[in-house]
């Protein structure tokens, strides 16, 4: 018997049709369907249209909207496939992953480089392995893209042109696809209660007055001052290597204190792709951690933003799970 599988589309470039005004999303459910009849072959597809959208338009409301989505979804199947844009997948990947805690069955994100139409497209492949995913892994949220599946708080874009377009950061992929199928490994990062019941609505809240702020030599104090007067909760820091920041003319340490003295939370990560941030290393990590100033550990900068939201979202329950590892974002020891 086909496992029943839903398919939430978003739009994106999978999506897309040339317009006068350049590519645009316009196929809806039934028309990517339409155009991949083998899908039907692996799955019994519940098909709907959530919204149709350019990714660099998805943020965090259409976040919610996808996640009470696919709760509703998840009554009726056994796995979720999600089409969505490249250029912010990771972001909406990362944040459902918090969303959706306890979710009892795996949501796959997917999408292409070429549009559907397109006679290169990647997207009939990369569909074909979603539902894949879909149908066989453990519960959770995963990207799937170019025969390799991934945690959503893994994965990153790292290609604008490539098909390898996304890369699983600072953890092994999940699985992979060769010419004997769907390879899952064992799971690598105890991570979370595991997974329990269908979450509440309550975990949707997500507070997007969050900044991210990348530093560069000479980085202005001033820029904080600004970051607070514009009334943001939440701040995230791509430092320097480890976790450094300059204190030299342009004292940055004092920002630090003066965000945790207005009590913004504050997630401190490394502009390193890889590897992790440690404050304990150099003497001017050293002084980053305060009240309210946590580091990232090795998250990657998608899922450090959207945790903090997340977090921030019901900030005095909340709390307590910014440095814990929820959603395998993290490696804490």
Same mark, same amino acid.
């Given at each position: 018997?086909?496992?029943?599988?839903?398919?939430?589309?978003?739009?994106?470039?999978?999506?897309?049709?040339?317009?006068?005004?350049?590519?645009?999303?316009?196929?809806?459910?039934?028309?990517?369907?339409?155009?991949?009849?083998?899908?039907?072959?692996?799955?019994?597809?519940?098909?709907?249209?959530?919204?149709?959208?350019?990714?660099?338009?998805?943020?965090?409301?259409?976040?919610?909207?996808?996640?009470?989505?696919?709760?509703?979804?998840?009554?009726?199947?056994?796995?979720?496939?999600?089409?969505?844009?490249?250029d912010?997948?990771?972001?909406?990947?990362?944040?459902?992953?918090?969303?959706?805690?306890?979710l009892?069955?795996?949501?796959?994100?997917?999408?292409?480089?070429l549009?559907?139409?397109?006679? !290169?497209?990647?997207?009939?492949? +990369? $569909? &074909?392995?979603?539902? #894949?995913?879909? @149908?066989?892994?453990?519960?959770?949220?995963?990207?799937?893209?170019?025969?390799?599946?991934?945690y959503?708080?893994?994965?990153?874009?790292?290609r604008?042109?490539?098909?390898?377009?996304?890369?699983?950061?600072?953890?092994?992929?999940?699985?992979?696809?060769?010419?004997?199928g769907?390879?899952?490994q064992?799971?690598?990062?105890?991570?979370?209660?595991?997974s329990?019941?269908?979450?509440?609505?309550?975990?949707?809240?997500?507070?997007?007055?969050?900044?991210?702020l990348?530093?560069?030599?000479?980085?202005?104090?001033?820029?904080?001052?600004?970051?607070?007067?514009?009334?943001?909760?939440?701040?995230?820091?791509?430092?320097?290597?480890?976790?450094? !920041?300059?204190?030299i003319?342009? +004292? $940055? &340490?004092?920002?630090? #204190?003066?965000? @945790?003295?207005?009590q913004?939370?504050?997630?401190v990560?490394?502009?390193?792709?890889?590897?992790?941030?440690?404050?304990?290393?150099?003497?001017?990590?050293?002084?980053?951690?305060?009240?309210?100033?946590?580091?990232?550990?090795?998250?990657?900068t998608?899922?450090?933003?959207?945790?903090?939201?997340?977090?921030?979202?019901?900030?005095?329950?909340r709390?307590?799970?910014?440095?814990?590892?929820?959603?395998?974002?993290?490696?804490t020891?």
């Amino acid at each position: 018997m086909l496992p029943t599988i839903a398919l939430l589309t978003t739009g994106g470039t999978i999506a897309s049709l040339q317009t006068q005004s350049g590519l645009a999303p316009a196929m809806r459910a039934q028309d990517i369907l339409d155009h991949c009849p083998g899908l039907q072959a692996l799955a019994t597809v519940q098909a709907r249209d959530v919204f149709s959208l350019d990714s660099s338009n998805i943020q965090p409301e259409e976040w919610q909207q996808l996640a009470a989505a696919v709760l509703e979804a998840a009554q009726d199947c056994q796995g979720i496939v999600i089409t969505h844009g490249t250029d912010t997948m990771a972001y909406s990947a990362s944040a459902l992953s918090f969303m959706l805690q306890g979710l009892n069955i795996p949501v796959v994100f997917t999408g292409s480089q070429l549009p559907l139409r397109h006679p !290169l497209s990647d997207g009939p492949t +990369n $569909l &074909l392995e979603a539902f #894949t995913v879909a @149908s066989r892994a453990a519960p959770g949220v995963y990207v799937s893209f170019h025969h390799k599946v991934m945690y959503g708080t893994r994965a990153v874009k790292l290609r604008t042109l490539g098909f390898d377009a996304f890369d699983s950061i600072n953890a092994p992929a999940v699985g992979y696809f060769d010419a004997d199928g769907l390879h899952l490994q064992h799971e690598i990062l105890p991570c979370g209660p595991g997974s329990v019941s269908l979450p509440s609505k309550n975990t949707l809240r997500m507070d997007p007055r969050v900044f991210l702020l990348k530093l560069m030599p000479g980085t202005d104090p001033e820029i904080f001052q600004h970051i607070m007067d514009a009334g943001y909760h939440g701040l995230v820091i791509e430092a320097f290597g480890l976790g450094g !920041l300059h204190y030299i003319r342009r +004292n $940055l &340490l004092d920002c630090l #204190t003066a965000l @945790s003295e207005r009590q913004i939370l504050t997630l401190v990560t490394t502009q390193c792709l890889y590897e992790k941030a440690d404050f304990s290393i150099y003497e001017v990590g050293r002084h980053v951690l305060q009240s309210s100033i946590y580091g990232a550990h090795d998250m990657t900068t998608e899922a450090t933003l959207t945790k903090l939201m997340w977090v921030l979202g019901d900030k005095s329950r909340r709390l307590p799970l910014l440095t814990r590892c929820l959603a395998h974002e993290m490696v804490t020891s």
